[in-house]
């Protein structure tokens, strides 16, 4: 069974610029969401895509959007980046029902940590 | 507004002892609670999770209580071991949230041999 891939693992961007991170979920898995870690703190939930469709968003600006591909890999992109956007991107990816009362665990992979000077 | 809180930064415990991690949250939403740990330079790995409708999850060394009057739980490690050192993250999400997880900031557990 292979895990939760993301790429790169590592980047840096100036000021403005746009960024792109790919995310491969666990095999049997069909949701996955985003989540930023700055430094010293938790991580926020950015957004969930669930078969294709965005499933819930966190409290971020429109300049971050993403995809989910028919084979449940992710993208996620930021536009206009800030230098706050610097910080750890985890993607997480879980098996979800559209049904109510289906409790998920999700898991992470290893990250991309994104400098932005 | 903070919804889960962990008030410990940092925890150290000697090995073979038992660590207890805290956290307490404020959304009475929350229906499902994780307990994730973190190494540097790696993604979180879960731990241990624990439903609303139980007071207690148990595997292995790991137990997770879940006191909803209090709105508190708290993760028990025994005995601890040096690789338990890491950082300790909570999390809660709410079934009618789309399963978004709402982390604490993390204590960070040293266990000293």
């Known amino acids: 069974e292979t895990g939760v891939t993301q790429s790169p693992t590592h980047l840096i961007k100036t000021r403005g610029q746009q960024v792109t991170l790919r995310c491969s979920s666990q095999s049997g898995h069909n949701t996955v969401s985003w989540y930023q870690q700055a430094l010293g703190q938790g991580p926020q939930f950015i957004f969930q895509y669930y078969r294709e469709e965005e499933n819930g968003r966190g409290n971020f600006p429109p300049r971050f959007s993403g995809l989910q591909f028919p084979n449940y890999s992710s993208e996620l992109n930021v536009n206009a980046l800030e230098l706050d956007d610097s910080a750890l991107y985890l993607c997480?990816?879980?098996?979800?029902?559209?049904?109510?009362?289906?409790?998920?665990?999700?898991?992470f992979g290893p990250g991309t940590r994104l400098l932005v000077l | 507004d903070q919804q889960v809180k962990q008030n410990s930064p940092s925890l150290s415990v000697q090995e073979g002892r038992i660590s207890i991690l805290n956290c307490d949250y404020t959304n009475s939403m929350f229906d499902y609670f994780l307990w994730y740990k973190k190494y540097p330079a790696e993604g979180p790995t879960f731990l241990i999770s624990i439903s609303s409708i139980k007071d207690k999850n148990e595997d292995g060394r790991f137990t997770v209580f879940l006191n909803k009057s209090a709105k508190h739980l708290s993760l028990h490690i025994v005995p601890s071991q040096p690789g338990d050192s890491a950082v300790y993250f909570c999390a809660a999400s709410a079934n009618n949230a789309g399963n978004m997880l709402t982390f604490g900031g993390g204590t960070r557990l040293m266990v000293k041999p």
């Open positions: 997480a990816s879980s098996f979800g029902t559209s049904g109510i009362g289906y409790q998920e665990t999700q898991y």
